[in-house]
């Protein structure tokens, strides 16, 4: 597979912390997702990618040069976590002043359809709200007819509808050969989207693969059993689980033994009354993967006990 980027050892540091620790890793075409707690280093990552910051150490290649040349920028595009568009300029506006910049850009036409950016083409950027900011930020992202997009965290705070219309949009900058590398928190958005998942965590690659190579490796099942009120939560003290949650009367056992976890629900007579067993999804992997790293992450933990403290 063609390589469009590369980081290679590449660190980054803020003061004494380390955003990213001597990572390597290619992008090819297609859709690439990276994934990981907030405060991983992320935003970072495309930060380097796109020329905004320069490493530590190591080296950062894109489209075969310095993302920091202008060559290089001219080829790509960047949807910023936080996007400062010209508050007095319309959004019409800002896309032609942003296409002059541009040796083969989209007519502006092109990036209000694929958008639907026509309902407030002509009004100021500082009067949008915020998803519309969003969608015209993407929109100044795609506008330079880029071969290469960074995206980061593109359809945070934006409706189901605007959501879709984005996800249409990326789709079709991926299916027309280009390469789209994006951060996201929003699971559905990775699987939706992403060929490619890469999970960061610690500043590291902790996992790079397809979905499925991800979800698999975990190697994390989820036994779901519905419990009548009542149920001693003592009874569930032998069986094997790395987290369980309780919601209602359904229990949620995550483990990587489903068998063992059926068998020991079986002999220790838990009177479940439906179960269903099924291999985790995205969301639960990653937590398995990240666990204990970033600031906002629940640790995967022996769960037994906890069982017994949060029914009881
Ligand atoms: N400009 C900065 N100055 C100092 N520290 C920074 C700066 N930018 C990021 N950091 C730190 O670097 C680490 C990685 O931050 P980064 O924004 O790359 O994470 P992230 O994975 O994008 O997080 P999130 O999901 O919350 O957006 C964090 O510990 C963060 O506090």
């Known amino acids: ?29 297609g859709v690439t997702a990276v994934l990981g707690p907030n405060g991983a280093g ?23 040069g310095d993302p920091g040349d202008l060559a290089v920028k001219a080829r790509i595009g960047i949807t910023p976590q936080r996007t400062a568009l010209p508050w007095r300029l319309t959004v019409a506006e800002t896309l032609d002043l942003l296409a002059a910049h541009y040796p083969k850009p989209l007519t502006r036409d092109e990036v209000v359809q694929r958008l639907d ?51 249409a949009a990326i789709a079709e900058v991926s299916a027309g050969g ?14 939706h989207l992403a060929g490619r998942i890469v999970v960061i965590a610690g500043g590291k690659v902790a996992r790079d693969g397809s979905l499925d190579d991800v979800i698999v490796e975990v190697g994390l099942h989820l036994v779901d059993i519905e419990v009548p009120d009542g149920t001693s939560p003592l009874t569930f003290t032998t069986i094997p689980a790395e987290r369980v949650e309780q919601l209602g009367n359904r229990t949620r056992i995550y483990t990587a033994d489903p068998d063992a976890t059926v068998r020991a629900l079986v002999l220790d007579r838990v009177p479940f009354r439906g179960i269903r067993v099924e291999r985790v ?24 006990p906890q069982l017994a403290e949060r029914v009881s």
């Open 178 to 191: 280009r390469g789209v590398l994006l951060t996201t928190h929003d699971m559905a958005e990775a699987e």
């Open 42 to 64: 992320k935003s970072t990552m495309i930060e380097l990618l796109s020329g905004l910051r320069r490493p530590t150490g190591g080296r950062v290649e894109v489209l075969g």
């Open 281 to 304: 999804g995205l969301e639960e992997a990653i937590r398995a993967i990240t666990a204990g790293d970033g600031d906002s992450v629940i640790p995967v933990s022996p769960a037994v």
């Open 1 to 29: 597979m063609e390589v469009i980027a590369r980081l290679e050892h590449v660190t980054k540091t803020y003061g004494k912390v380390v955003a990213l620790d001597a990572v390597s890793l290619t992008v090819s075409r």
């Open 117 to 167: 950016l026509g309902e407030f083409l002509h009004k100021r950027n500082g009067t949008l709200s915020g998803g519309q900011r969003r969608r015209v930020a993407l929109g100044a992202a795609l506008i330079g007819n880029p071969e290469l997009l960074f995206l980061d965290e593109p359809t945070s705070g934006l409706d189901a509808d605007s959501r879709d219309r984005l996800w």
